[in-house]
């Protein structure tokens, strides 16, 4: 569909023109939650620092100095340096305003696959040619750039299920028209959720992140969902864009106008005393920020993991409610004691039940007694009994009687 026959209101995010991988699996650019396509850290000094490089292949002074204007943005949170290059075949990233019908990005690093250097790895085709430039051109380049980073497009994330569950003859319905028409390019622009293989890290559903925003008037209408939620387009970073950008960009000091690792940790749910905090923070301080990202990659994934065993998601349960009980359980659940006991708990109740040691029961294996333990903690009742538990515990107590 031509920008022409297309309102500016009624747009959406398109796929990146790359073909699949050989793998079979999706490709970056089609895959928009955090990839594992966020760029590496390099030594810069005695500090590790993220430096891309960017090239405009085309476009006027107006659009260039638009997009130099707002990734400052998210180098205000990110740790990463994001330096307009002289040296096409050099850059990281390169831009182009050409395809005036859409705008999309490669996602992160999958960006190194396009080896024809004469070919963008990121087109900014709805900006217009103003100074400055509207708020929607610039949330534009903020989505863009969030791809470009390794951010991938909220609205699919693994998460989303817990929050939204859509109603997808109405989903096609609605986004027919935005997308060419094209059935599939609906399904894996919007319906299908990304696979656990190509996300790094997620958290709960942020409804209000940049990686919602597709220049839509109504993002997504009440109608087309169970719940009859309406998500607005997002046009700024959302707290959760900040912290999970701040995340896996991490840095010891946040730079003027951004968030410290500690809060951003707040802002993404894991909890202040808990050892994942600890351990991250402690990476941090080292300057190990590599290993500070993967640290919390794989919490997130443990979270969901979890969470999946019975189908509640730990996202859906205020954290605070669980004052650490979870990380304390989980670690007693490694405890190889702890495991002795559970072992010959299942043996003699086996034995009681006349039923051999040696044979295959469903639901009996150490594994799945651990899981369903998992399951329990990740449940939203037992966080809200915790919870209780914990307010009856700090109330203060009743006045003594002086009679």
Known sequence: MSQSSTPQSMRACSPAPIPTTTSGA?????????????????????????????????????????????????????????DNTGQRDKANIRISFADKASSWSMVGSDANRVTDKSKPTMNLGWLADTNPPSA????????????????????????????????????????????????????????????????????????????????????????????????????????????????NYPRRTPKEGGISVSKALIIAGVLEESDTAIKILNLVDNGEYQAARDAFSEYNLSVMQMSAINGTFLRSVNSTYQFGIVDKIANAIEDPMFKSIIRYTINQDLVQRGIPTDAPVPGSSEKSVLDMIASIITNPVFANAVHEINTGLIKPSPPTSTD
């Open 26 to 82: 999706p490709s970056g650019g089609l895959n928009a939650v955090m990839s594992k396509f966020l760029w590496p850290f390099t030594k810069d000094s005695d500090e590790q620092i993220v430096a891309l490089t960017y090239y405009f292949l085309d476009g006027t002074s107006n659009q260039r100095e638009a997009v130099t204007n707002t990734i400052e943005i998210w180098m205000t949170y990110a740790n990463v340096i994001l």
């Open 136 to 247: 929607s051109d610039t949330a534009t380049i903020l989505h863009e750039f969030g791809h470009a980073l390794g951010m991938m497009h909220e609205h699919q994330s693994p998460a989303r299920g817990g929050t939204i569950h859509l109603k997808e003859p109405s989903v096609y319905q609605y986004y027919r028209p935005l997308l060419n028409n094209d059935d599939a390019l609906v399904k894996s622009q919007v319906i299908d959720q990304y696979n656990l293989a190509t996300v790094s890290n997620f958290s709960r559903l942020d409804l209000k992140s940049i990686m919602m925003q597709v220049l839509v008037q109504y993002f997504m209408p009440a109608a087309l969902n169970e719940e009859g939620i309406e998500v607005p387009a997002n046009l700024t970073l959302s707290d959760l864009d900040k912290a999970f950008i701040t995340l």
